[in-house]
């Protein structure tokens, strides 16, 4: 069996930057065993599989080292922008669908000259938890190499969804993120501990710009280097604890990521609030660069 497939990075226009991710723009009739391998074989961290679909509607499902997850923000991303780069979609597509094992994922398309630019996908509504006891929080910072020091006071930690569960830290500059070392195997106790799926510190870089970095090492993914899922659920976070300005019942957030890792990306967050002041939608955008494309021998 021979399986095309393209290796599309993510949060960035140039090709060896952002996060790198797998699309397999036909997977339909893929049996299992061989799915649960897709991810390994490319050396990837992510995996969005197109099982079917039609017109400006695609089933999907996402895959990691660890593997299937419900939903991947930097594959969805690059997803959109792959399918119309190669002519999948159907051209000059505004809106596409995608059918996820959660829930359909709609991705509006921005484009520039007639050429698709920028995906913007609504992420799933955003959830919260309480946030972990003191003497749990003082583990995980100790997990990630640091102590309750490293902790901004200002800025809200909490346990937040936007498609998966995260931990987030407040960190007190960009540079104590960098600094960070975790211990991957006490993250992994700690992440079945909490419920959490990643670890994701962050620290203020302006009044709506935020430094981050994630750690994942439960689904296989010792560090993610930009990530769309995490980075939609602190914008909501964020918004919910009032520490952003915003303006007529919204607020556009930055997040930037994947520098300690040498592959720098910019993810855009908007979030939408309810009239009572609750964030109830985020929507998450970047652009996609193809990277490599090849064929799987299988």
């Known amino acids: 069996m021979r399986l ?10 140039t090709p060896g930057t952002g996060n790198r991710v797998a699309i397999f723009p036909d997977a339909r009739g893929l049996p299992e065993e061989l799915a649960s391998r897709l991810v390994e074989m490319l050396g990837v961290r992510e995996a969005a599989l197109v099982t ?61 000259d ?6 913007v996908m609504r992420e799933p509504a955003p959830r919260f938890r309480n946030p972990p006891t003191y003497s749990e929080l003082r583990k995980v910072m100790e997990a990630l190499g640091a102590d309750e020091r490293y902790l901004h006071r200002g800025l809200p930690v909490g346990v937040a969804y936007a498609g998966l569960w995260s931990l987030f830290l407040p960190v007190v500059a960009p540079g104590m993120v ?10 992994i106790e700690l992440s079945k501990k909490l419920a ?87 929507y998450v955008g970047g652009s996609a660069a193809i990277a490599e494309r090849g064929l799987l021998e299988l």
Do not use: C
């Open 114 to 119: 007639a050429e698709p630019v920028e995906a």
């Open 4 to 13: 095309p497939y393209l290796l599309v990075d993510a949060f960035t226009r």
């Open 196 to 282: 959490v799926a990643t670890f994701h510190p962050y620290a203020p870089m302006g009044p709506r710009t935020y430094y981050a970095r994630d750690f994942a090492p439960a689904l296989g993914i010792p560090e993610d280097p930009v990530t769309g899922s995490a980075n939609g659920a602190l914008a909501a976070l964020l918004a919910r604890a009032g520490v952003v300005p915003r303006w007529e019942g919204e607020v556009v957030i930055t997040i930037l990521q994947g520098h300690h890792l040498g592959v720098p990306g910019e993810v855009r967050v908007r979030v939408v609030y309810t009239a009572s002041g609750e964030p109830y939608a985020v």
């Open 52 to 112: 079917g679909g039609e017109g400006d509607v695609f089933d999907v499902r996402y895959l990691t080292p660890k593997g299937e997850i419900e939903f991947a923000g930097a594959a969805t991303i690059a997803l959109a922008l792959a399918l119309l780069y190669e002519g999948i979609a159907r051209e000059g597509s505004e809106r596409l669908f995608f059918r996820t094992p959660g829930e359909t994922i709609p991705v509006e398309i921005r484009y520039r």
């Open 178 to 187: 960098d600094a960070l070392e975790p211990d991957l195997d006490r993250l």
